[in-house]
């Protein structure tokens, strides 16, 4: 059902409509809003992935091993 959903001719469909509700004056700054906002998400999200994994390596080297605590009888 999905599968075509993509084709070029679907694409200029949507296009057309979105050229009709924004007019040609709005749409350019609205592709311009959307690619920053994905550009920023991407970084966000490749920044997270590297500050998560020095905050695990911290982590794993500034914890000492300790000795299990004997159960109490």
């Given at each position: 059902m999905l599968d075509n959903l993509f084709t070029?001719?679907?694409?200029?469909?949507?296009?057309a409509i979105a050229l009709l509700v924004f007019?040609?004056?709005k749409l350019p700054d609205l592709g311009k809003g959307l690619g920053e906002g994905?550009?920023?998400?991407?970084?966000?999200?490749?920044?997270?992935?590297?500050a998560a994994k020095t905050d695990a390596t911290a982590t794993k080297t500034d914890a000492a091993p300790t000795?299990?605590?004997?159960?109490?009888?």
């Open positions: 070029p001719t679907h694409l200029l469909i949507i296009l007019g040609p004056k994905l550009r920023g998400f991407k970084e966000g999200i490749k920044g997270g992935n590297d000795q299990p605590t004997p159960l109490a009888k």
